[in-house]
């Protein structure tokens, strides 16, 4: 069974960089695409970029300048830094496996989510 | 990227049928999938390619699609069936793009 889990400060002060880590098991990470959702309190799902095996990524145009994903396929891991963050950034923070069918891209299965506070 | 726009709330009596849409452009070349998720919980998938549901899903769920909507239809609602649900789709830049989310209340 594929499982997702989020790991990275609950904390973190205005204008540092978020750093956290999806560690996947049961499946390769040389599989699929894998990406970051958000959710601040109370709202709805934001995309914030997704990354393949080879390292390729693909991100939000309003999040692009502050985010970096990058994939560690020797420990089956991929993890996402956000900079210069504020007290918008503060939400849950998903990890997800993308899949493909004929086109149209899905996450099928989600990390439990983290939930990542911006404040001093 | 492409907005998707779902209705913020509907409700339903219990084991009656409700349809959510959810509309945008980039819904005109791809079907997209539909996500379930309860209070303080993640998101699930329910649907993908416009009819295809993961294994666990209950038939209850279908998809439908035409122009730039699809639509999520529960026939029988159930108690547990309350929640947000949200559609997602992709763009021609293979950006990812969520619906603004739905929220259902079974009566």
């Known amino acids: 069974q594929v499982q997702l889990q989020e790991s990275g400060p609950g904390l973190v002060k205005p204008s540092e960089t978020v750093s956290l880590t999806c560690t996947v098991s049961?499946?390769?990470?040389?599989?699929?695409?894998w990406a970051w959702i958000r959710q601040p309190p109370g709202k709805g799902l934001e995309w914030i970029g997704y990354?393949?095996?080879?390292?390729?990524?693909n991100y939000n145009p309003p999040l692009e300048s502050r985010v970096h994903i990058s994939i560690d396929t020797s420990k089956n891991q991929f993890s996402l830094k956000f900079n210069s963050v504020t007290a918008a950034d503060t939400a849950v923070y998903y990890c997800?496996?993308?899949?493909?069918?004929?086109?149209?891209?899905?996450?099928?299965?989600w990390g439990q989510g983290t939930l990542v506070t911006v404040s001093s | 990227s492409s907005e998707l726009t779902q209705d913020p709330a509907v409700s339903v009596a219990l084991g009656q049928t409700v349809r959510i849409t959810c509309q945008g452009d980039s819904l005109r070349g791809f079907y997209g999938a539909w996500y379930q998720q309860k209070p303080g919980q993640a998101p699930i998938l329910l649907l993908y390619s416009k009819t295809n549901r993961p294994s666990g899903i209950p038939d209850r769920f279908s998809g439908s699609s035409s122009g730039n909507t699809a639509s999520l239809t529960i026939t029988g609602a159930q108690a547990e069936d309350e929640a947000d649900y949200y559609c997602n789709s992709r763009d021609r830049s293979r950006h990812l793009v969520f619906g603004t989310g739905t929220k259902v209340t079974v009566l």
């Open positions: 997800a496996r993308g899949a493909e069918d004929y086109g149209d891209y899905y996450l099928d299965y």
């Open positions: 049961g499946d390769s990470i040389a599989s699929h695409f």
């Open positions: 990354i393949y095996y080879s390292g390729n990524t």
